[in-house]
């Protein structure tokens, strides 16, 4: 179980495997990366930086985003990097720092009712 000083609930990662990553999909939104989450990433996946950018990066005002796909099942949008058939994310070993720290995100550090219902790794305390 982790657990970070200021949120009132901890979390399993084993449930990750259950969930069916449900944080890597639904609204449209962001999923933002630095240039050297970038770079990392890129060389994981044997592409050049430049390349890797024009096709998986898009520049939200002085930062960067991956970029998103919608679900083949009409049902929203996912993370470019979402399997859909796995349910699983192809670069989890080098997925953002925005991933890494989910659900400990600021929106969730008082109020985590919605969070409750998108992540059942999610357990108060």
């Known amino acids: 179980m982790l657990e970070i000083s200021g949120f009132n609930f901890t979390f399993d990662e084993k449930k990750c495997l ?29 592409m050049d930086f430049e390349s890797f950018c024009l096709r998986f990066i898009k520049k939200v005002g002085y930062r960067y985003s991956l970029i998103e796909k919608k679900m083949q099942n009409g049902m929203g949008y996912a993370c470019v990097f979402f399997d859909e058939k796995t349910k699983q994310c192809k670069i989890y070993q080098k997925r953002p720092s925005q991933c890494v720290r989910f659900p400990f995100w600021e929106d969730y550090e008082e109020d985590f009712k919605d969070l409750l219902k998108e992540c059942i790794g999610v357990v108060k305390k």
């Open 18 to 46: 259950e969930c069916g990553g449900k944080c890597c999909i639904g609204e449209r939104g962001y999923i933002f990366v630095t240039p050297n989450e970038i770079k990392q990433i890129a060389e994981f996946m044997n």
